[in-house]
């Protein structure tokens, strides 16, 4: 969309505008101003004086719609505090350095500085454009005729239909002038500007000129091709880096693919539906799926092969309304393991963790977590921490992750009725002085490993539940007496993965009151904290982050805490007994600490982990982590 650069006179065009139609006054502008100089996050005007309550968002609306400012598309959006003006500079800088091929909206979009449905939303509703997804059904295809598909796809509109004397263009930019022109020129009448995604309009093409297929996606209509995007997909993804997930979703007017990237899922491609068929196609047959199947949801495998190794590639397809919804999660067979030191506990806690826990010659080791945390990761660096000459370990997981020489590992099959309840049978038969189970999924295997810490075996095992205290209570709910918990389990760790602040664009962050509110602290507490924030770079594809760091609540358990299991004490008690008597540290806090110290961002720790309580100062919090 056309280029911008903020305002170098009078308030601002909307809010100079408000001024003339008799809606503000100058009075109540420059008390704003006032206002917008103290504060220390950096706010529009037009934001404070929105939070001043002079004026609301629908007056806006109406004032923009009836009297539309001469204002570029850059402008308009720092004005209404969409995008920051540092988000502009750095916008109108990339697109320079790529020649001005694309307009700035894309831009933005690209680089994450914005969603395009955010773009749009205040497009049709700030600009009174209305928001239409053309449908081939509802065009007129004598007025389609009037213009060229080479035009409609070098400008992205589309024409929909007679409105009295004028036509009702869909335009992916109703605010580009030459785009206009190219549309009242080609349908010869006046044009009412709307505005509509671009692969809608894409779609739409397509589907009115069979034909002529938009030229970038002419080839995906060959299988080889297919094969060739596929293999795209996947290598791309894997040489991103960081990349758990890949997400084929179909939409209404398109194929989406994103990869989940540090934890958060980001775009990066789209396809037209009329390559869905042969693409999932091509998929089932590489995992050796049921091509034929389509109304019912399947499961397979993958091993790629790329650049002299093997990733073991787990994939789901899903039956929904629009098509079938494919899931790839990517398990890189790693022969590179993290030390124990390296995993991101801190001084403190990881002494007590070893010390009291994995040095210890029996009991259940509980990991914790949602998928994707890192559970895998740290209970393989604590099998690596034990793995001796003299220590007989075995595994039975889904799949084997990380190949280890020294140590048994069973990767469970139940195509061969190579299952977890077969394997946990003869796992004790194998004389280990460690048993490492992959997950504890239901009552079985829960008793398996209590009865297996009875009998003087050291076992390590994964678990999903929200925090330390979760898995204790949810080992409860499976029915596991009390009384053999609290003898058996020595250790519950939860965690969670937080995106760590690009090192290359990180810059100092000041917290505002709503983010002291929203953590339940004062500043007082928060004595010594060094709060960032990543600008956006090329390093961090303009979202602030690059990697993770994990966050850690270890519960170590002591007699007090095993009494209250016994007494069946709430969720509220025994978390009580545990930051009195044990020295616990809860995610929120560990997450806040590292906040404090600049890794990681409030956001983060706010969007990734839970509160129960809130979190004690920070000095206390270093007293017991340790720096």
Avoid: W
């Amino acid at each position: 969309m056309s280029t911008g650069s903020p305002s170098q006179t009078g308030y601002g065009k909307i809010v100079d505008l408000l001024i003339e139609i008799g809606m503000l006054t100058e009075e109540q502008v420059r008390y704003g101003l006032r206002v917008q100089s103290k504060i220390k996050t950096q706010k529009s005007l037009l934001e404070v004086i929105r939070e001043l309550d002079y004026i609301t968002d629908e007056q806006v609306r109406q004032a923009l719609q009836k009297h539309t400012p001469s204002l570029r598309i850059g402008d308009f959006l720092v004005e209404l505090g969409i995008i920051a003006p540092r988000d502009l500079e750095m916008a109108l800088q990339l697109q320079k350095e790529e020649g001005h091929i694309r307009k700035l909206g894309e831009v933005l979009v690209a680089h994450n500085l914005i969603e395009e449905r955010a773009l749009i939303r205040v497009l049709s509703l700030q600009l009174g454009f209305p928001f239409i997804e053309p449908d081939s059904l509802k065009i007129d295809p004598e007025l389609f005729k009037r213009g060229s598909v080479k035009l409609y796809e070098r400008h992205f509109f589309i024409p929909v239909r007679h409105e009295d004397d004028h036509i009702l263009v869909a335009f992916a930019d109703p605010l580009d002038k030459r785009d206009l022109d190219a549309a009242a020129q080609a349908l010869r009448l006046p044009v009412t500007p709307a505005i509509a995604t671009k692969p809608s309009i894409r779609a739409a093409i397509e589907q009115l000129n069979p034909q002529q297929v938009v030229t970038e996606y002419i080839l995906a209509e060959t299988g080889e091709s297919v094969v060739d995007i596929v293999n795209a997909i996947i290598v791309e993804a894997i040489e991103a880096a960081d990349v758990s997930d890949i997400h084929i979703d179909p939409l209404s007017d398109r194929l989406r693919v994103r990869f989940r990237l540090d934890g958060v899922l980001v775009h990066h491609r789209d396809y037209p539906m009329s390559i869905a068929a042969a693409l999932s196609s091509r998929i089932k047959v590489l995992c050796k799926a049921d091509i034929a199947e389509r109304r019912r949801h399947q499961g397979g495998r993958i091993l790629f092969d790329h650049q002299g190794h093997q990733m073991d590639i787990r994939v789901s397809f899903y039956a929904t309304v629009k098509g079938e919804k494919i899931v790839f999660r990517l398990l890189n067979r790693q022969t590179e393991l993290l030390d124990i030191g390296q995993i991101g506990m801190s001084k403190r806690v990881m002494h007590r963790f070893r010390e009291d826990a994995l040095d210890r010659p029996s009991g259940v080791i509980l990991i914790t977590g949602p998928t994707g945390s890192g559970k895998t990761t740290t209970v393989y660096s604590c099998i690596n921490h034990l793995n001796t000459m003299e220590t007989s370990i075995i595994t039975a997981e889904d799949p084997v992750e990380y190949v280890i020489d020294g140590i048994g590992q069973c990767s469970i099959d139940p195509k061969i009725n190579l299952t977890y309840e077969d394997s946990l049978r003869h796992i004790v038969r194998q004389d280990p002085d460690i048993i490492v189970i992959g997950e504890i999924r239901d009552s079985f295997s829960a008793e398996v490993a209590v009865q297996a810490a009875l009998t003087g075996h050291k076992v390590l095992t994964t678990f999903h539940t929200e925090d330390s205290i979760g898995g204790l209570l949810r080992l409860l709910n499976m029915d596991i007496d009390a009384f053999l918990i609290s003898s058996t389990v020595v250790c519950v760790v939860a965690q969670r993965l937080l995106r760590r602040v690009c090192p290359h664009c990180a810059q100092p962050y000041e917290l505002s009151p709503m983010d002291l509110l929203r953590i339940g602290c004062e500043m007082s507490q928060l004595k010594g904290a060094t709060f960032r924030k990543g600008r956006g770079c090329n390093h961090c594809r303009y979202t602030g982050y690059r990697k993770r760091v994990a966050a850690f609540e270890v519960l170590v358990l002591n007699e007090a805490v095993r009494d209250g299991l016994i007494q069946r004490k709430t969720s509220h008690q025994i978390r009580h007994i545990c930051t009195e008597t044990t020295g616990l540290v809860t995610l929120f806090e560990d997450g806040l600490y590292k906040a404090a110290r600049g890794i990681t961002t409030i956001e983060e720790i706010m969007r990734c982990l839970p509160r129960f309580q809130k979190p004690r100062p920070l000095g206390e919090l270093e007293r017991l982590l340790g720096k």
